[in-house]
């Protein structure tokens, strides 16, 4: 079986660090795992190669460059390059990670007339209108429609994304696929680790601020407040455009914060094996929004077999367990975070049980492998079907 795997979206890397390129990597390991070969056709191979995937096969078809909507006419152009490499090279099932001004899946569709599985992982018009710039709405909007019309199967990472497919789209065919974690990646910390007096609570991921690195920080002060110990400081494992202003914060607060920078994949989880603990401090959903993501932060944190304190937004309910596999709080509660790390800071005992189970739900429950299965059984129902 040949896997054309399509990602158009020049902001994603295939062999990079940010927590979208992880998600590239792995959909494309499962895929080799389950006995396929991948091509891989993106806008922007990246550097950070891993070594497993060092004979994977690339087509990089770079956008030139332009501004403004110059510079969506030409991600459209580059993508639609790629679609024809596609159909040049052939493949048995296409898979395209959704973008905004892509229209590879559906050219690509139409001329092999093979199986094709659009990814979703965000209401990405409304985020690039919120968070950045949209100046052609109108091409992103026949984009996503060309391409979830197409597709065999729209998988969707979360309940919100499928609902937004399917208000915009209506007639796709959509299917709940949340994310995963490579178990043999992500292996587990050590139960017992020397802090000497002060422990270490992570976070993961790039600095935006939608992940609310900022609650974690004035958590981290406050639970030290009470000069009890053990006491505790922050990993910060990830770079973005917040981190100079997360830094100001962290210094002014006199919080320990270590701040990595962007690091390799495969470095995170020997960062993780320093900590005895993980946050996943998002604020609240706006007024009228939905919490659409589908955290991989939070997959990887259950892996590494760490206490997770997590807000109970959006999916993170239905992944972590209170009191089994984590700590829910409220979101954009520091005082709640707080809280969480002072009865995790008091009882060792707790912080293994919580780490063990966390472990076992992410070995038992979200492998990439189990995604993989998931989309491809729709896939098989839908060819049946048709």
């Not at 979200?366 to 896939?379: F, N, P």
Request: proline share 7%.
């Amino acid at each position: 079986m040949r896997v054309a795997y399509i990602c158009a979206d020049p902001g994603v890397p295939v062999f990079g660090t940010k927590g979208s390129s992880v998600h590239v990597q792995e959909i494309v390991r499962a895929w080799r795992r389950a006995g396929a070969e991948v091509t891989v056709y993106c806008t922007r191979a990246g550097t950070d190669r891993p070594a497993d995937l060092s004979g994977l096969p690339v087509v990089e078809i770079r956008p030139h460059s332009a501004a403004g909507a110059g510079r969506e006419d030409a991600i459209r152009e580059a993508a639609a390059a790629l679609a024809q490499a596609v159909i040049r090279d052939g493949c048995d099932v296409l898979y395209e990670r959704y973008s905004l001004f892509s229209p590879a899946l559906a050219m690509a569709a139409g001329a092999l007339r093979v199986p094709a599985v659009l990814e979703v992982n965000a209401p990405l018009i409304e985020e690039q209108q919120h968070y950045r710039e949209l100046h052609d709405a109108g091409l992103a909007e026949r984009m996503l429609h060309a391409n979830a019309a197409a597709a065999s199967v729209v998988a969707c990472v979360s309940e919100p994304v499928v609902r937004w497919v399917e208000g915009r789209v209506p007639g796709a065919r959509t299917l709940l696929a949340p994310n995963g974690v490579n178990t043999e990646r992500i292996t587990p910390r050590l139960p017992v680790r020397d802090h000497s007096g002060c422990l270490t609570v992570a976070f993961v991921g790039t600095l935006k601020p939608w992940h609310g690195v900022g609650y974690l920080l004035d958590a981290v002060a406050r639970a030290n407040i009470r000069k009890a110990a053990p006491t505790w400081r922050a990993k910060i494992i990830g770079d973005g455009p917040c981190r100079q202003e997360l830094e100001r914060t962290a210094a002014q607060l006199g919080v320990d914060a270590e701040f990595t920078g962007a690091v390799a994949p495969d470095s995170v989880p020997g960062l993780l094996h320093e900590c005895d603990a993980a946050a996943a401090p998002y604020p609240a959903a706006e007024p009228g929004g939905d919490d659409y993501f589908s955290p991989l932060k939070v997959y990887e944190y259950l892996a590494a077999g760490l206490p997770v304190v997590a807000s109970g937004v959006g999916q993170i309910p239905s992944i972590l367990q209170h009191e089994r596999t984590g700590l829910l709080v409220k979101p954009a509660d520091p005082g709640a975070i707080a809280a969480a790390l002072g009865r995790l800071g008091a009882d060792a005992a707790l912080r293994g049980r919580l780490g063990t189970q966390a472990r076992a739900a992410a070995v038992g429950l979200y492998s990439w492998d189990g995604v993989l299965a998931t989309i491809r059984q729709a896939l098989t129902s839908e060819r049946s079907v048709a």
